[in-house]
Antibody
Framework: QVQLQESGPGLVKPSETLSLTCSVS????????WAWIRQPPGKGLEWIGY???????NYNASLKSRVTISADTSNNQFSLNLNSVTAADTAVYYC?????????WGQGTMVTVSS | EIVLTQSPDFHSVTPKEKVTITCRAS??????LHWYQQKPGQSPRLLIK???QSISGVPSRFSGSGSGTDFTLTINSLEAEDAATYYC????????FGQGTKLEIK
């Protein structure tokens, strides 16, 4: 059974970098595409970006200048870094496996941007 | 960026009713359109992939149809547990989501 689990700080200060990790069990991150998606409180879903172990990454154009997604194959994890955050980046952040579509999701982690 | 527009935004329905939610794309998707259900405090759950393909473990009352720019999610014989927000999602050109349709059970 494939499971994903997000982890990271729940509070980030404005202008700093939001860093999250997604731990994957039941599948190898070398074998699929993996993505980050977020959801501001009371709002809809926004795709942030994806990566493939072979070296492919792609990001939402609206966030591209601030986002990096990378892999840690030794721990079967992948990470999200979002820099220069503002209150607009406050959201639940989800990681997901991509098999055509986002077929398996983590439970999500709430990140609040506030001083 | 492909824009997905769902209708309605909100729907209040009674149990056993048949419900239809539509999703219109700003350009053709072929069949690369998927549907999710999200209940409060939970992650989205994949209901239908590639417009009409069923997902293991999803009740058979959920079905999808459409191609190109117009798609439909149908819920036959609605149950109380179907109260949720439903999102369409396209994977034809990068990714994007519809704004969501909130389904309330009377």
């Amino acid at each position: 059974q494939v499971q994903l689990q997000e982890s990271g700080p729940g509070l980030v200060k404005p202008s700093e970098t939001l860093s999250l990790t997604c731990s994957v069990s039941g599948d190898s991150i070398r074998g699929s595409y993996w993505a980050w998606i977020r959801q501001p409180p009371g709002k809809g879903l926004e795709w942030i970006g994806y990566f493939y172990y072979g070296g492919t990454t792609n990001y939402n154009a609206s966030l591209k200048s601030r986002v990096t997604i990378s892999a840690d194959t030794s721990n079967n994890q992948f990470s999200l870094n979002l820099n220069s955050v503002t209150a607009a980046d406050t959201a639940v952040y989800y990681c997901a496996r991509v098999v055509g579509t986002f077929d398996i999701w983590g439970q999500g982690t709430m990140v609040t941007v506030s001083s | 960026e492909i824009v997905l527009t769902q209708s309605p935004d909100f729907h209040s329905v009674t149990p056993k009713e048949k419900v239809t939610i539509t999703c219109r794309a700003s350009q053709s998707l072929g069949n690369s359109l998927h549907w999710y259900q999200q209940k409060p405090g939970q992650s989205p759950r994949l209901l239908i992939k590639y417009a009409s393909q069923s997902i293991s473990g999803v009740p058979s009352r959920f079905s999808g149809s459409g191609s190109g720019t117009d798609f439909t999610l149908t819920i036959n014989s609605l149950e109380a547990e179907d109260a949720a927000t439903y999102y369409c999602h396209q994977s034809n050109s990068l990714y994007s989501f519809g704004q969501g349709t909130k389904l309330e059970i009377k």
